[in-house]
């Protein structure tokens, strides 16, 4: 069984930074494309940010957010600068084969942006 460990997530202020780390054993990390997904209360879960040969942004996150990995350690990040109210949300990383079936799941981690 194919489980992912998030770690990063917490209570910020408006205008802070957090970096979220979630790491994949147990796939060939190489052969997924990586996303980070979040989800506010009451709102429908919604792609962040993906990273495969190229990395992609959801609108409202652009030049705030990064998203990295490290094939090497099976890990992908995803730096979060400049935070807001509204990046409240429970993230969650989710890891995507390129070829054939293969999709999993974090548990996910409260990101709370609030003075």
């Known amino acids: 069984q194919v489980q992912f460990v998030e770690s990063g997530g917490g209570l910020v202020q408006p205008g802070g930074s957090l970096r979220l780390s979630c790491a994949a054993p147990g796939i060939i990390f190489s052969d997924y494309r990586m996303n980070w997904y979040r989800q506010a209360p009451g709102k429908q879960r919604e792609l962040v940010a993906t990273?495969?040969?190229?990395?992609n942004y959801a609108d409202p996150v652009k030049g705030r957010f990064t998203i990295s990995r490290d094939n090497a350690k099976n890990t992908v990040y995803l730096q979060m600068n400049t935070l807001k109210p509204d990046d409240t949300a429970v993230y969650y990383c989710?890891?995507?084969?390129?070829w054939g079936p293969g999709n999993y799941w974090g548990q996910g981690t409260q990101v709370t942006v609030s003075s």
């Open positions: 990273i495969g040969g190229r990395t």
């Open positions: 989710n890891a995507d084969r390129f």
